[in-house]
């Protein structure tokens, strides 16, 4: 079937994508390289389609588009190359569209060394060697003939730069193969475990990805759920990834860092799980930002210590006992931050802390042994700062300290915050004295 083919299918609703894929990942970088093996004639390879009936998979298509009666053809494989495609040619994105459009916007194609890159004001502008792909594929190369007309130089190479253009359209009626599984046999459980085999080679899915496929499978909602959290947290100033938020529904459900642990959940529980798990982090959030005063994403490290928070708050029925418990909690958490707890083999440690809360009678007291075990001590030392930027986990202790001490602006006298209003409210990190003067003083870095 060629790209047009396909493309025009995928406007009709005869060509969707399942929900249980993730959305879409490509950089310009790979855009610019599948668009350059298309236009040398490269293979790219073929694509792999579900097709079932139209009623299964209305439960299980992604976005609000109309699909056509009778059956439609699901994208197991080839959703980044036939989402660039379409995005490219048509100069938008599919309406099952989930990732950043500036991937590919504005490529242009250069007839004279025939190669392609993303649009370059300085370089480009009013310079007819330099085609708009997309405008090229929509309004076709007659226009840009008449732009070529018009330069008397370009002449002597003209029939060579209108062979380039020709071939440059003619990308849309390139065929791929498509393969298809169907048939009755081919339940939702069948296909997510092909789709998780064929997606091991390329841009690799991560297991939450793999885990999320398969609740979503039964769940078609589950992955617009879950990004809703996040778009929540995100205008408080937090920002996560999704898969960040799995691992603590995983925690809360089945007290395991590791994603095979939601294997056979069901339905109902993942979602009892995620509404235990965002109440819980809305209280971590609120308990953060007001006692310690970590209230936006800069400041907010060590996110990786929230799956055992999460899961020891619900453990808990949502509340701290008291003042006690409280800051026990929040020293704890603060150290995992300060030392790194989960900046190597993530899923270990993480599981090694889990079980701490279940094996425990008192399991935060055992969390900060196991700590000041691996540190020697937990005590903060003058040499722990050197060679550190503002970008290490050190910054944030500092801006913790302004805003449990109430640290006042020098000239105002308001409490710092990083939510003060006004152009020049914002906080900002600057150097006391420039480092120029330093270093002329003698002073090593």
């Avoid at 009666?69 to 989930?98: E, H, M, N």
């Avoid at 995100?234 to 459900?253: D, H, P, S, T, Y």
Wanted: hydrophobic residues 40%; proline residues 3%; contains cysteine.
């Amino acid at each position: 079937m060629n790209i047009t083919t396909i493309l025009d299918q995928i406007d009709m609703g005869s060509i969707a994508l399942p929900e249980f894929q993730r959305g879409y990942v490509w950089n310009r970088e790979q855009v610019r390289g599948l668009m350059n093996s298309l236009y040398r004639r490269h293979p790219i390879g073929s694509l792999l389609v579900w097709e079932t009936k139209t009623e299964q998979a209305i439960d299980h298509a992604r976005g609000d588009g109309k699909l056509s009666t009778g059956s439609v053809k699901l994208l197991l494989d080839g959703q980044q190359r036939i989402t660039s495609f379409y995005g490219v040619v048509r100069g938008k994105p599919p309406q099952f569209f989930d990732g950043n459009v500036e991937a590919f916007t504005g490529l242009h194609f250069n007839l004279e060394e025939e190669i392609f890159e993303f649009y370059a004001l300085l370089k480009m502008k009013e310079n007819p060697l330099w085609v708009n792909v997309t405008e090229l594929m929509q309004q076709g190369v007659g226009i840009f003939i008449q732009r070529l007309l018009k330069v008397s130089e370009l002449a002597p190479k003209l029939t060579i730069y209108i062979n380039s253009l020709n071939k440059l359209e003619g990308i849309k009626n390139i065929n791929l193969h498509i393969e298809e599984v169907s048939g009755e046999d081919k339940t939702v459980d069948v296909v997510v475990e092909i789709f998780n085999t064929v997606n091991s080679g390329g841009t690799k899915l991560s297991k939450g990805d793999l885990a999320l496929a398969k609740i979503c499978a039964q769940w078609p909602d589950a992955r617009n759920e879950l990004k809703a959290r996040l778009t929540k947290w995100k205008k408080a100033g937090f920002e996560f990834r999704l898969e960040w938020l799995l691992r603590c529904i995983n925690a809360v459900i089945t007290g395991e860092a590791m994603f095979s642990a939601l294997k056979d959940v069901k339905t109902v529980t993942f979602q009892d799980g995620l509404y235990k798990a965002e109440k819980a982090i809305d209280t971590l959030l609120n308990l953060i930002s007001g006692r310690l005063g970590l209230d936006h994403n800069r400041v907010l490290g060590g996110i990786y210590a929230f799956p055992v928070m999460v899961r020891y708050l619900v453990g808990r029925g949502g509340h701290l006992r008291d003042h006690k418990e409280r800051d026990k909690l929040l020293y704890w958490y603060v150290h995992t931050l300060l030392w790194g707890r989960y900046a190597g083999s993530t899923e270990s440690v993480l599981t090694q802390d889990l079980h701490v809360l279940e094996s425990e009678d008192n399991p935060l007291d055992q969390l900060i042994a196991n700590l000041r075990q691996n540190r020697g001590d937990l005590e903060i030392k003058a040499i722990d700062f050197q060679g550190w930027g503002m970008g290490a986990r050190f910054y944030p202790l500092l801006y913790m300290l302004t805003r449990v001490h109430q640290a006042q602006d020098w000239d105002s006298g308001i409490e710092l915050s990083k939510h003060l209003l006004g152009k020049h409210s914002c906080l900002q990190v600057h150097h006391i004295f420039p480092k120029s003067l330093l270093y002329k003083g003698g002073y090593p870095q």
